[in-house]
């Protein structure tokens, strides 16, 4: 899934169901295929752009391009939870897929040509870095070139661990507009034993929020995001905590599910409770809308959430709004969301994390009871243990 944050699609062996033909996946090749002369494409993505034949469930439309920079060597990063671990890449690029979903090869030439004439829905590109020595000389390329031709905003994924603040900079002047940083964590302890030393990795703590005020410094409040995850071993009044921090810099959350992605170190860690995802996307909403504070909410004695902050009357708006249980990320020019990650945190289906489309009545009357559910919450933010 991810290298610093890419998440899955929707998997081309366990998902037939989205898939109408496979025949038409190219294999990863022998040859050099690398960043900045080709990128790696979300499934959905080659879906969108007509490259893969396919399907999404509920007639999902993603709105977001997502491009991955790719190198024979992978990532030099090794996060437990994440697919494109360093240790993983070779195995994951001989089976052609990484982990649970294919990230294709092209052309840039041809993503390029190709988005520029996508669906009217597609209002945004990213483009995504990997911890890689050619990573930030790339990312550079691409984005000049996408922004230029496709003339469509675009959002860079960036890898702080091999940038620096004139990076940033160049990153601004090649057309960037937004910046996302994957801090993924919730805390410096969970982050340090999942992305740093432990793990033999690069990363660290303080460098990526440091990234983080940097390029809200650079790009301006509210145009940089950081990626957290909930259900790495965090309670909800830490992860809520995190997002506060995001909110008070100036930046937002982008918000997403551990989902345990097969040949990761993670691989058996279970997903959150969906009592405990629920609340804390409500929680990121009201956060990054200010409409609650983090001194107004309140938490038991095991961190769950017991109140929002604000009057009942309220909170019930909100939440049959369905907007705190769309997903969150980059938007496009209409200002409403444009990176909706289908699928991208479950399989499609019933139990969807992040709804890339508003909720119908069905799915709010579901939330409803989850967002009050405290079953299972205790029992994976106090037991996690990292297995290798
Ligand atoms: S939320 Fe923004 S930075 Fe993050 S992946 Fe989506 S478009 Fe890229």
Redesign the pocket.
Known sequence: MRCN?LWPWVSLEEEKSLLMSRSEIPLVGTAKRESPEHVRLSLAAAMTLGFTKGWFYRNAKLR?I?LLLTYDRGCAANCAFCGLAAEKSEQAVARGKFIRVPWQTFPLDEVIAATSDAPANVG?V?V?MITHPHAKRDVLAVCRRVARDTGKPV?L?IAPSVLTKDDLWAMKDAGAD???VAIDAATSEIFDRLRGKPVGGPHRWDTYWRTFQQSLEIFGEGMA?V?LICGLGETEQELAGAIWRARTMGGTT?LFSFFPEKGSAMEHHPQPPVGTYRRIQLARWLIDRDRTRIEAMQFDGLGRIKHFGLPDADLEAVIMSGEPFETS??PGQDGIV??N?PYGNEKPGSGIRNFPFPPEAEDLEQIRTELWDYAAAVATSHDFTHRR
Request: aromatic share 0%; glycine share 16%.
């Open positions: 944050c977001c997502n945004r990213c995504s959002s994924l937004r910046i996302g995001g990626h982008h990320g980059c444009a990176c990650r």
